[in-house]
């Protein structure tokens, strides 16, 4: 059996990939880590009858690469950054009789996403009216992520992020 005893290992370009404090405790250079990384909570709109609309999650929490535009409400992938992404978005409603009438989704480049069916958010809990999706995708440099929301209930507007209730959020996988 052999032992490698080092306090850092480095790339061809000197970069450091892994570093150790000498207790055990390992960091990286950014090499190893679920970056980018964002958290955006939303502010109440109103969602009309039969119609994608896209959802404004608007209060950055958390956003590690400056990825995500408050603006715009998307996240796009910076440069050398393209993986495979886990996702997720959920979302308050307001008080309604069918959940199953609402759903979010996310688009991609402003296009629903291949096999969207397994990324589509269905009401996942009729105590709080919350509707909510997770999935993997894979995005490339450039590409823009957005979350769609639409209700089919009532044949008016509906309150989406109902008291200022939702997240969307996202990581590249480590190694993806």
Do not use: C
């Not at 958390?62 to 050398?80: E, H, I, K, L, W």
């Not at 490339?140 to 969307?168: K, R, T």
């Amino acid at each position: 059996m052999s032992i490698l005893k080092v306090n850092t290992i480095q790339d061809k370009g000197g970069n450091t990939l892994l570093s150790s404090d000498g207790a055990g405790t390992i960091s990286s250079g950014g090499a190893i880590t679920n970056t980018p990384a964002w958290r955006v909570g939303i502010t109440s709109q109103s969602i009309a009858y039969n119609t994608d609309t896209k959802l404004q999650y608007n209060r950055e929490h958390q956003d590690t690469d400056s990825a995500y535009d408050t603006s715009n409400y998307r996240f796009t992938v910076p440069t050398g950054k393209g993986g495979t992404y886990l996702i997720g978005a959920w979302v308050r409603i307001g008080t309604g009789t069918d959940l199953e009438a609402f759903y979010i989704l996310p688009k991609v480049n402003g296009s629903n996403v291949e096999n969207n069916e397994q990324l589509r958010g269905t009401a996942v809990n009729n105590s709080y009216n919350v509707v909510s999706m997770t999935g993997t995708l894979q995005l490339s440099a450039g590409d823009y992520l957005e979350i769609y929301g639409g209700q089919a209930a009532v044949n008016s507007n509906f309150d989406f992020g109902y008291s200022n209730e939702g997240m969307f959020w996202g990581y590249k996988l480590i190694g993806a």
